[in-house]
């Protein structure tokens, strides 16, 4: 028996993650003694705040180790309603947050909850590796939208009208974005929301976790607009802005009644996320960004460095990006040529893979992202390595034959 044959349709049509991939190939090369620098990993190589990690242990001390209510504590949920004030101008209460292990399971949640076996779900491209896959998994189909690195990677009006068709049931996008660092303005986001005025039956996910790592202007949300607003699900977190990765914190804000159905699929599947992580969000929302503004700054150093490192490597074109900690240069120049083997490099999945096995640098290959021409650069490490890995690139390239 193949070991396809008893598995479901529904995971046998399901890529693996292409960036936890490329992950676990460079953790396979290190394991063998080779010294390999990762690009690949969408994490922040900072330590959670003290502070958090002292919530935590007093959560442990005042025995918060028990089930907690599918849609998150009260005062955690509190906490996301007052930063949503706070920080965005945004109304919500309690009723309309549902807290959940990580971001990924509130995409996850929303997409369960809204999409019915042949819905059009239109996602921008390039987007984060799991969007298509998760729409796979709810048995819709994805409609992309393409775009290129001269326009920053942001749609216009007119594409997304035309990607519009009477199946279209939901557009998901993601400001700043993953792989691209692309920032949407407020007067980028004004226009696309006129279009979602034409179209009443669409909703729309505002991805927005990295909303934090932003070196533009002020961060601004789609569900700003009061005539969208109830069609609007704001999906955020804490593993970005708080490096709470490990902790699997995330959040929805949304109309009461898509609210209620994430909260009713998760009391089936999951319960509640852990009551620790949940005891120290409410901290780390509650105590302020100075930890979120010292961690911007260094991003801030090293997307400049990498950008100019960038410049400097014949066959590579770069934008400076607004915001998250990518890059997703322009690579395709070095598709048909050889390396020292003779191997020709066919795509960008090719020159991941090339540049881990001989550069001995993991980055991860466009596909995956839905542009084949692009790989992505994450800068979530020191300076050091930074400047190691670009140099290991440089030279890795320039190895490359016709």
Same mark, same amino acid.
């Given at each position: 028996?193949?070991?396809?044959?008893?598995?479901?349709?529904?995971?046998?049509?399901?890529?693996?993650?292409?960036?936890l991939?490329?992950?676990k190939?460079?953790r396979?090369?290190?394991?063998?003694?080779?010294n390999?620098?990762?690009?690949?990993v969408?994490?922040?190589?900072?330590?959670?705040?003290?502070?958090?990690?002292?919530?935590?242990?007093?959560?442990?001390?005042e025995?918060?180790?028990?089930?907690?209510?599918?849609?998150?504590y009260p005062?955690l949920?509190?906490a996301?309603?007052?930063?949503?004030?706070?920080?965005?101008n945004?109304d919500y209460?309690?009723s309309?947050?549902?807290?959940s292990?990580?971001?990924?399971?509130?995409?996850?949640?929303v997409i369960?909850?809204?999409?019915?076996?042949?819905?059009e779900?239109?996602i921008?491209t390039?987007y984060?590796?799991?969007?298509?896959?998760m729409?796979?998994?709810?048995?819709?189909? !994805? =409609?992309?939208?393409?775009t %290129?690195?001269?326009s920053d990677f /942001?749609?216009t009006p $007119?594409?997304l009208?035309?990607a +519009?068709?009477?199946?279209?049931?939901?557009?998901?996008?993601s400001?700043p974005?993953n792989p691209?660092? !692309? =920032?949407?303005?407020?007067? %980028?986001?004004?226009?696309?929301a /006129?279009v979602?005025? $034409?179209?009443?039956?669409?909703? +729309?996910?505002s991805d927005?976790?990295?909303?934090?790592i932003?070196?533009?202007?002020?961060h601004?949300s789609?569900?700003?607009?009061?005539?969208?607003?109830?069609?609007?699900?704001?999906?955020?977190g804490?593993?970005?802005?708080?490096?709470?990765?490990?902790?699997r914190?995330?959040?929805?804000?949304?109309?009461k009644?898509?609210?209620?159905?994430?909260?009713?699929?998760?009391?089936?599947?999951?319960s509640?996320?852990c009551s620790?992580a949940q005891r120290a969000g409410?901290?780390?929302?509650?105590?302020?960004l100075?930890?979120v503004?010292e961690?911007?700054?260094a991003?801030a150093?090293r997307?400049?460095?990498?950008?100019?490192?960038?410049?400097?490597?014949?066959?590579?074109k770069?934008?400076?990006?607004?915001?998250?900690?990518y890059f997703f240069p322009?690579?395709?120049?070095?598709?048909?040529?050889k390396?020292?083997?003779?191997n020709v490099?066919?795509?960008?999945?090719?020159?991941?893979?090339?540049?881990?096995?001989v550069g001995?640098?993991?980055?991860?290959?466009?596909?995956?992202?839905?542009?084949n021409?692009?790989?992505?650069?994450?800068?979530?490490?020191?300076?050091?390595s930074?400047?190691?890995?670009l140099?290991r690139i440089?030279?890795?390239l320039?190895?490359?034959?016709?």
């Open positions: 028996m193949s070991t396809t044959s008893f598995l479901s349709d529904r995971i046998n049509n399901l890529s693996e993650s292409a960036t991939k490329m992950t190939l460079g396979e090369l290190a394991s063998k003694g080779i390999v620098i990762s690009l690949s969408g994490e922040p190589d900072f330590n959670t705040p003290e502070h958090v990690k002292q919530a935590a242990k007093q959560a442990l001390d025995n918060f180790t028990r089930y907690s209510p599918v849609p998150g005062d949920r509190q996301i309603v007052d930063k949503l004030k706070k920080e965005n945004l209460d309690i309309q947050i549902v807290v292990t990580g971001a990924k399971q509130s995409l996850s949640n369960l909850t809204l999409i019915n076996p042949g819905d779900v239109v921008p390039p984060w590796v799991s969007y298509s896959e729409v796979t998994l709810a048995e819709g189909k !994805s =409609v992309f939208i393409n %290129e690195i001269e /942001k749609i $007119k594409q009208e035309a +519009i068709t009477p199946k279209t049931k939901l557009f998901m996008f400001s974005c691209t660092g !692309s =920032v949407y303005s407020e007067a %980028e986001l004004a226009a696309l /006129k979602f005025e $034409k179209h009443p039956n669409i909703f +729309i996910i927005e976790i990295y909303e934090h932003n070196f533009g202007t002020a601004a789609i569900a700003q607009f009061d005539s969208i607003k109830d069609r609007v699900i704001i999906v955020n804490f593993s970005k802005a708080f490096a709470m990765t490990g902790w914190l995330g959040y929805i804000a949304a109309s009644e898509i609210a209620a159905a994430n909260d009713k699929l998760q009391g089936q599947t999951t509640g996320t620790i409410i901290v780390a929302y509650e105590q302020g100075d930890s503004n961690m911007k700054e991003f150093r997307r400049q460095l990498v950008y100019d490192l960038l410049q400097d490597i014949p066959g590579v770069t934008n400076l990006p607004e915001g998250a900690f322009e690579i395709s120049s070095f598709f048909g040529k390396d020292a083997d003779g490099i066919k795509d960008s999945a090719d020159l991941a893979l090339y540049l881990l096995n001995h640098v993991a980055t991860v290959g466009g596909d995956s992202f839905g542009n021409n692009y790989i992505r650069l994450s800068y979530a490490a020191s300076d050091d930074l400047r190691e890995a140099r440089k030279e890795a320039g190895k490359l034959v016709d």
